[in-house]
């Protein structure tokens, strides 16, 4: 087995499938242990990642490009990241999530994600998503709690 590190007192192990790569089962546990998927069952998480891809990424490698247009949504299995665009950036980990902004508005993006480590992420489909938005309400609301911060950091620094 292979133990996925997920926060700095958090370990989850995830079975390794026989085939060498993941399937959608091995990752309804681990992301069931993320805040922003608290409240949403188990079934409903296997639901939601059966389209999902895994996707590895060497340190160094640009992830998203702020000029793409984007119909994914991003989980950190493991591994960290850096978000810049033109005002700000921040450094994401395990657990993390990026990309919510263009499955919301369908538009390009603003943000480029470049990978700091090695990482894994679970790439979600928007329109899966988007189901498991209008289904879950809590989940709709921790996106828009986590982007509410956000949001006021940029407004204060554009009017100084």
């Known amino acids: 087995m292979e133990t996925l590190e997920l926060k700095a007192w958090t370990r989850v192990r995830v079975p390794k499938p026989r ?7 091995d990752w309804v546990a681990v992301l069931s242990t993320f805040p922003l998927f608290t409240g949403v069952t ?3 998480l ?12 060497a340190a160094g490698d640009t992830i998203i490009s702020g000029v793409e247009y984007g119909s994914h949504l991003y989980v950190i299995l493991d591994g960290s990241v850096e ?5 700000a ?3 994401l980990r395990a657990g993390d999530y990026f990309g919510e902004l263009s499955w919301i508005d369908g538009r390009p993006r603003l943000t480029t994600v470049v990978a700091l480590t090695d990482v894994e992420l679970v790439e979600l489909p928007s329109r899966s998503v988007l189901k498991l ?5 809590a989940f709709t609301l921790r ?3 986590d982007l509410t911060p956000r949001f006021h950091r940029l407004q204060t620094e554009g009017t100084g």
Do not use: E, M, N
């Open 19 to 25: 085939s060498g790569r993941p399937i959608p089962a």
């Open 42 to 44: 188990k079934r409903r």
């Open 46 to 57: 296997r639901k939601l990642v059966r389209r999902a891809t895994h996707r590895v990424f």
């Open 83 to 87: 978000a810049s665009s033109r005002h």
């Open 89 to 91: 950036a921040r450094r």
């Open 133 to 137: 938005a209008r289904d879950h309400p």
């Open 143 to 145: 996106i828009f709690k």
